[in-house]
Each structure stands twice: as C-alpha cells, then as structure tokens.
C-alpha cells in the first residue's frame, strides 16, 4: 500500500497495488543456510486499486477508484521516473541468506527495481504445507531504501509518501521427482 502525502494530500488518494503473477524457484537444500530462493514480479502485471482489495484494507482506502486515476497512477508508477517498465520489466529478488530465529526467519534479499540492486532484510514467516511451503510477511519499506524517488507533483504539495507499507503471501508447490 502507498499513501498520499503533502498539503494537497485529500485532493488524491492512497493506493492498493497487486500483482498475482510473480513466479520463482525455491532451492531447499540440507540445511537453511545453503537454501536460496528467487522470485520475479512483472512490472506490467500490477493491479491499481482494485475494489475488492481496496476494501480489505479498511478506512484508508475508501471507496471506489476511477478507470482515468486508476490509469493514471499506473502510468506514472510504471513510467521512466519510477520504475521505468520499459527499460527493466521486472522486479527481481533473490536471497543472499536466510536465518531462522525463535518464531520467524529473516531473509537477507538482493533487490533489483529499475536497474538498482540493493540489499534488504526481511522477517518472514515460513510453514510447511501438504503441497510444499507457503511464506508470508508484512513489513514497511521506503521507496529511496530502493534507490527510488517517490512521485510528487507541484513541488511535492501532492505527493506519494516514501514509505510503503507491503504484505506478501507466497505458495510454492513441490516439484515432482524425474
């Protein structure tokens, strides 16, 4: 979720971005240490705003969104300011080290968005399912930790504050023996 800001901050509103298309791999080796995983998130599969998930996240995010503003945010977040989706069409993570300490694991994540790679730590929580693993985690992140510059307009009077708030929830399935 991003959230406006600014003196002009209730002229916008704060978005609800998806995207249910990332795909990755697992390496589950003897022991956590050696285990690795990376995951991919394709920049033109995001969902702004969506109604339904607008919803679940309560009083924060009212209402209906517009088709134009919906359009409209997409375009400038996918835009070469940003995240320049053309030039690098997907988001990149891959695990450089992942611990476990009493109750969860942290990951130690190579995160690579428009060209930038950068380190990040992250708590997750990991459990073994009957089709394999499912992780999940929510956690606040801030755009310029990316090496991003969140959007602003009008000398940043409206604008999209640097913290992010990101809630992930994963499932990977076994692969089957050849």
Do not use: C, W
């Not at 130690?108 to 459990?127: D, H, M, Q």
């Not at 991003?148 to 990101?166: C, E, K, Q, Y």
């Amino acid at each position: 979720m991003v959230y406006r800001t600014g003196a002009l901050a209730s002229l916008g509103h704060n978005h609800v971005i998806l995207n249910r298309s990332v795909t990755g791999s697992i390496d589950v080796a003897a022991t956590l240490d050696a285990s690795s995983f990376t995951l991919r998130a394709p920049i033109a599969a995001f969902i702004i705003d969506d109604s339904q998930a607008r919803a679940e996240e309560g009083e924060d995010f009212p209402g209906d969104i517009s088709d134009e503003a919906k359009t409209g945010t997409y375009n400038n977040m996918t835009g070469s300011a940003l995240l320049d989706s053309i030039q690098y069409p997907v988001i990149e993570v891959r695990s450089l080290h992942v611990q476990q300490s009493p109750g969860t694991f942290t990951a130690i994540l190579a995160v690579r968005v428009a060209g930038r790679e950068t380190n990040l730590s992250l708590p997750f929580v990991l459990k073994r399912e009957a089709y394999g693993l499912s992780a999940s985690a929510s956690f606040e992140l801030r755009q310029s930790a990316l090496g991003l510059t969140p959007f602003s307009l009008m000398l940043g009077a409206l604008a999209v504050r640097d913290a992010m708030d990101v809630k992930l929830r994963l499932a990977a399935q076994m692969e089957a023996p050849r």
